[in-house]
């Protein structure tokens, strides 16, 4: 994009060998939530109710990195008045007073972390019949907010099973609770975006499986992994910021515990957070994750070793083209990153990725990022080994960086400007190459765009939670708030991403392995409104792989 003026956008053409695979875009794990429908009929059958145990860390000002509440609410001590326990919208009082719900006299239990302990019983019907469910729900003292994710990471495994009685009318009902029950949840602030905790135990040979929910800002990214190693089963879980209130917890439990669909229950759980929170249902669906297990894994085809293709499609389709998005995934392991082009060199003048490719020996290349309108200088720093493209950095927050200077560093990493401790000269110091660029998503996992009219396609750079490196085409026209949900939404476990390119100029080219892709843009508001351009446009710079293997000619 010339001038830094507008971000422009690309269609997708077939070449003579261009083969383009079409596949799904859930993730898949390794129990889904029909092992738990299946352990939670097998209980009601055997005249056992369903239980569900909510571990609650109240909200403190004082030893949580969250924006400061007013101080009644935020006195993590305190659960009466706390923002997740006693106010209008916490957990107790929500449940309360809720018409769905009965608070029973329960004994707080023995751990003095814990604050405060209620039990509530309610129906549900369940396949047309009314079946038992009670939610046991603690609240943790908001200082001991590790504690509390280290007990939710055990329930969530199967550990720590704990009895707990409560009297129901007249008669005394024994619950199986902590790693007992059938679904735990987590509600308050997504502590491990401060706090280091050791792998969750895994769950042990015969454990029985436990749905596991957590209502916490951008859960997804920090939890999934977790959850999976430790065995559970992640039911719900969120994509972006958020309020933890109990109502969604309430819709959740209740569509959860009726036998729904794990996708009715994200339903369900937009449909709450949007009539308190006016956000649009659009976007509260996109907020929450779930895993639909009726819908086949993301269909990873191998090109080559360390390097793969896969096709995802917009869950909120565009009303231009196929709404399919293609991501091509490569190991930095096996793989070494190169930057080329006009500002890195003199007199290379500008080409298509597919030249680009064909005259450096290149496996694959996409853009490096936007440039002036000398059709020649990168907009942002940009530096590859010994070679200066432009060293003066801009106001863009996002750094893809890569050849270590030192063991023990990632050898591909995407760094936020705005993130503590990292600078510039921190990641020169660590990295002898390094490209900036406008920034989509925040580590890890944060969409840093607001709603908007302008939608165009993209061409980005990623990077997954295993360290890949990810490069991202869309031919169908997305603003980038929506492109940067449906990618957090879509599975592939992407942590960052930044802008490069967009309209005739944004293109992606592949050749390996018998498969020959090339992507070129078209569509932008304001620009190029059209889906009909097939042409690579020539750029200045591209960011290109290699197998490690081979040796760079020298740039």
């Not at 200066?388 to 960086?401: K, L, M, R």
Request: charged share 20%.
């Amino acid at each position: 994009m010339r001038n830094g003026a507008r971000p422009s956008v690309f269609s997708l053409r077939r070449l003579g060998a261009l083969v383009l695979f079409h596949l799904a875009t859930s993730v898949a794990i390794a129990l889904d939530d029909s092992h738990v429908q299946a352990r939670v009929d097998g209980d009601l059958v055997a005249g056992k109710p369903i239980v569900a145990h909510v571990i609650v860390a109240l909200c403190d000002n004082a030893h949580q990195g969250i924006v400061p509440v007013p101080a009644s609410l935020g006195n993590g001590r305190d659960p009466a008045s706390n923002l997740y326990w006693g106010a209008r919208y916490g957990v107790r009082t929500y449940f309360k007073l809720s018409e769905h719900w009965r608070t029973l006299k329960s004994e707080r239990p023995s751990d003095h972390r814990i604050l405060d302990r209620v039990v509530f019983f309610g129906t549900i019907e369940r396949r047309k019949v009314q079946v038992p469910v009670y939610v046991v729900a603690d609240a943790w003292d908001g200082a001991e907010i590790g504690a509390a994710l280290e007990a939710f990471q055990a329930v969530a495994a199967g550990h720590s099973p704990e009895v707990v009685r409560v009297r129901n009318g007249a008669r005394e009902v024994t619950l199986d609770a902590g790693g007992a029950a059938h679904l735990v949840a987590f509600v308050g602030h997504n502590g491990l975006m401060d706090l280091t905790l050791k792998d969750p135990e895994p769950a042990g040979v015969g454990a029985r499986p436990v749905a596991s929910v957590v209502l916490a800002c951008a859960s997804k990214p920090f939890f999934l992994d977790r959850l999976l190693r430790a065995g559970s089963s992640p039911l719900l879980l969120t994509t972006g910021l958020m309020a933890p209130e109990a109502y969604t917890l309430d819709a959740v439990l209740r569509s959860w515990s009726g036998g729904e669909s794990p996708e009715k229950i994200r339903d369900a759980a937009a449909g709450a957070y949007d009539k308190f929170q006016r956000c649009g249902i659009n976007a509260a669906r996109r907020l929450f994750w779930v895993d639909p297990p009726s819908m086949a894994a993301i269909d990873w085809r191998t090109l080559s070793q360390g390097m793969d293709l896969a096709t995802i499609v917009a869950h909120q389709p565009s009303d231009v083209g196929d709404s399919r998005i293609v991501i091509l995934r490569i190991d930095p392991a096996l793989w070494d990153l190169e930057l080329r082009g006009s500002g890195l060199t003199k007199g290379s003048g500008a080409r298509s990725a597919k030249t680009w490719c064909k005259e450096g020996g290149l496996t694959a290349c996409i853009n490096a990022g936007m440039f002036a309108s000398d059709f020649r200088t990168h907009l942002g720093y940009l530096r590859f080994r010994e070679h200066d493209g432009t060293p003066e950095t801009n106001a863009y927050q996002s750094i893809a960086a890569f050849d270590p200077r030192r063991g023990g560093l990632p050898p591909f990493r995407m760094l936020d400007l705005d993130a503590p401790g990292v600078t510039m000269g921190s990641i020169t110091h660590d990295y002898a190459s390094a490209v900036q660029n406008l920034r989509l998503i925040k580590r890890p996992g944060s969409n840093r765009w607001g709603r908007q009219a302008k939608r165009w396609s993209e061409a980005a750079l990623g990077e997954d939670a295993q360290g890949r490196i990810l490069f991202i085409v869309s031919r169908s026209p997305f603003s980038m708030n929506e492109l940067n949900l449906e990618l957090l939404d879509s599975g592939i476990g992407i942590v960052a991403a930044q802008h490069l390119e967009g309209g005739p100029e944004a293109q992606l080219y592949v050749n390996v392995g018998g498969t020959e892709l090339e992507l070129v843009g078209s569509f932008e508001t304001g620009f190029q409104e059209s889906d009909k351009n097939d042409v690579a446009w020539p750029v200045p710079n591209i960011l290109g792989v290699r197998p490690k293997a081979a040796k760079s000619d020298g740039q």
